[in-house]
């Protein structure tokens, strides 16, 4: 069994389950204002994230220098996700996991990262600077980070759930050098830290193997590994996002003929992805996950180890003309999905993509509980259950 308190793994990374969330926001180590009702609120808990909201777009700026680029707000479109821009993003609430507090004994315990949900990725949206990014005006709103590498302007209403938020969890924070604090407000904190329901991100051999084994993680046609990380190939179904001259309605997305949006494309012989160019390519793997396994997917990780995969951008200066585009969080896979997955590569200088190279790594992280809902729930809206393909629409 992958014991995430077991601390000969005290350097792994660990996160909150949907339990866990749920555990933290009792003991007061996650905060919303407004507060919401999970109860009612079936939605915002998905199995290892929180998802937040969008109120309105603060500002933006171009992904590169353009001319006739108009900063600042737009009257009308409040909360329109201009392409090819990053912009700062206010929520519709604060969340608070110690930040805003800067008293609170249990913020070296909690960390955050942000990830754009996958109906918003599918469409450009991205989160930059590996989700690192959030903000928080106390009383006020949070404000987070998002990229649309797509051409297309993507229109969202208030309170649309645009990105989801994982709650990193260090349950060691309270030892130093191997010796537990003594003082009695850190160490309750830290037991109660280590009472909260996690996941532990997998990365031996000898774990990958017992997953396999105990039915927990499926990959077909096979699984690929890398230095403890799970690695996703190009098939040969690849599309390419046309361009919308009224952007597209995100709540509308599904209403969309799909031949109207997508073109498909050749790569068997390589293509180079444009600047700005939309590419959304399906995997040559499908996956069938138990409740105990979600998958993150990580774009171009800056490691020297995977520069002799096919697919790696190995040029120095091409790699530091993309820069914002390395080590990108690209994609989360909930525990207990079944079917295909999509990747949707960046690069500003142009990047060639061939049938078979390397387009996603992942981290796998095993919940020894499950999560209490897992992907597939009615409550939890989940799209894409068991499709082969996974480009745009609901299936």
């Given at each position: 069994?992958?014991?995430?308190?077991?601390?000969?793994?005290?350097n792994?990374?660990?996160?909150?389950?949907?339990?866990?969330?749920?555990?933290?926001?009792?003991?007061?180590?996650?905060?919303?204002?407004?507060?919401?009702?999970?109860?009612?609120?079936?939605?915002?808990?998905?199995?290892?994230?929180?998802?937040?909201?969008?109120?309105?777009?603060?500002?933006?700026?171009?992904?590169?220098?353009?001319?006739?680029?108009?900063?600042?707000?737009?009257?009308g479109?409040?909360?329109?996700?201009?392409?090819?821009?990053?912009?700062?993003?206010?929520?519709?609430?604060?969340?608070?996991?110690?930040?805003?507090?800067?008293?609170s004994?249990?913020?070296?315990?909690?960390?955050?990262?942000?990830?754009?949900?996958?109906?918003?990725?599918?469409?450009?949206?991205?989160?930059?600077?590996?989700?690192?990014?959030?903000?928080?005006?106390?009383?006020?709103?949070?404000q987070?980070?998002?990229?649309?590498?797509?051409?297309?302007?993507?229109?969202?209403?208030?309170?649309?759930?645009?990105?989801?938020?994982?709650?990193?969890?260090?349950?060691?924070?309270?030892?130093?050098?191997?010796?537990?604090?003594?003082?009695?407000?850190?160490?309750?904190?830290?037991?109660?830290?280590?009472?909260?329901?996690?996941?532990?991100?997998?990365?031996?051999?000898g774990?990958?193997?017992?997953?396999?084994?105990?039915?927990?993680?499926?990959?077909?046609?096979?699984?690929?590994?890398?230095?403890?990380?799970?690695?996703?190939?190009?098939?040969?179904?690849?599309?390419?996002?046309?361009m919308?001259?009224?952007?597209?309605?995100?709540?509308?997305?599904?209403?969309?003929?799909?031949?109207?949006?997508?073109?498909?494309?050749?790569?068997?012989?390589?293509?180079?992805?444009?600047?700005?160019?939309?590419?959304?390519?399906?995997?040559?793997?499908?996956?069938?996950?138990?409740?105990?396994?979600?998958i993150?997917?990580?774009?171009?990780?800056?490691?020297?180890?995977?520069?002799?995969?096919?697919?790696?951008?190995?040029?120095?200066?091409?790699?530091?003309?993309?820069i914002?585009?390395?080590?990108?969080?690209?994609?989360?896979?909930?525990?207990?999905?079944?079917?295909?997955?999509?990747?949707?590569?960046?690069?500003?200088?142009?990047?060639?993509?061939?049938?078979?190279?390397?387009?996603?790594?992942?981290?796998?992280?095993?919940?020894p509980?499950?999560?209490?809902?897992?992907?597939?729930?009615?409550?939890?809206?989940?799209?894409?259950?068991?499709?082969?393909?996974?480009?745009?629409?609901?299936?």
């Open positions: 069994m992958i014991d995430p308190l077991d601390r000969k793994y005290a792994s990374s660990r996160i909150l389950s949907d339990r866990g969330i749920m555990q933290a926001m009792d003991f007061g180590f996650i905060k919303t204002s407004p507060v919401f009702d999970p109860e009612t609120d079936t939605k915002r808990i998905q199995p290892a994230t929180l998802d937040v909201k969008i109120a309105s777009v603060d500002e933006k700026e171009p992904l590169v220098y353009e001319r006739a680029f108009r900063y600042g707000s737009i009257e479109e409040k909360q329109t996700l201009k392409g090819r821009c990053v912009s700062t993003i206010n929520l519709t609430e604060v969340v608070d996991f110690g930040q805003v507090g800067f008293s004994l249990h913020r070296p315990f909690l960390g955050i990262s942000v990830e754009a949900r996958s109906s918003v990725r599918r469409l450009g949206g991205y989160i930059p600077e590996q989700g690192r990014y959030l903000f928080s005006v106390p009383e006020h709103y949070t987070i980070e998002m990229g649309n590498f797509s051409r297309n302007d993507i229109h969202f209403k208030e309170g649309d759930r645009i990105a989801q938020v994982f709650f990193p969890v260090f349950p060691f924070k309270d030892y130093v050098y191997g010796v537990a604090e003594d003082t009695p407000e850190i160490k309750e904190i830290g037991e109660q830290i280590r009472s909260l329901d996690m996941g532990m991100d997998v990365s031996y051999t774990q990958f193997e017992w997953l396999v084994k105990n039915g927990h993680l499926e990959v077909t046609p096979s699984l690929e590994l890398k230095i403890g990380t799970l690695l996703v190939h190009a098939s040969k179904t690849v599309y390419r996002m046309k919308i001259d009224s952007g597209i309605d995100f709540d509308k997305r599904d209403d969309y003929k799909e031949e109207d949006v997508l073109e498909p494309i050749d790569i068997s012989k390589g293509y180079t992805v444009q600047t700005f160019e939309h590419i959304i390519i399906e995997t040559r793997e499908s996956f069938n996950l138990s409740p105990h396994v979600g993150r997917f990580w774009d171009q990780p800056i490691c020297s180890e995977f520069m002799n995969l096919p697919g790696y951008m190995t040029d120095f200066v091409d790699r530091m003309k993309n914002h585009f390395s080590q990108l969080t690209d994609g989360w896979v909930d525990p207990n999905y079944q079917g295909g997955f999509s990747r949707q590569p960046k690069w500003l200088t142009g990047r060639t993509i061939y049938p078979g190279d390397v387009i996603g790594y992942g981290q796998v992280f095993f919940f509980n499950g999560v209490g809902r897992a992907y597939g729930d009615s409550s939890l809206g989940s799209q894409y259950l068991s499709a082969d393909e996974t480009r745009f629409s609901k299936k």
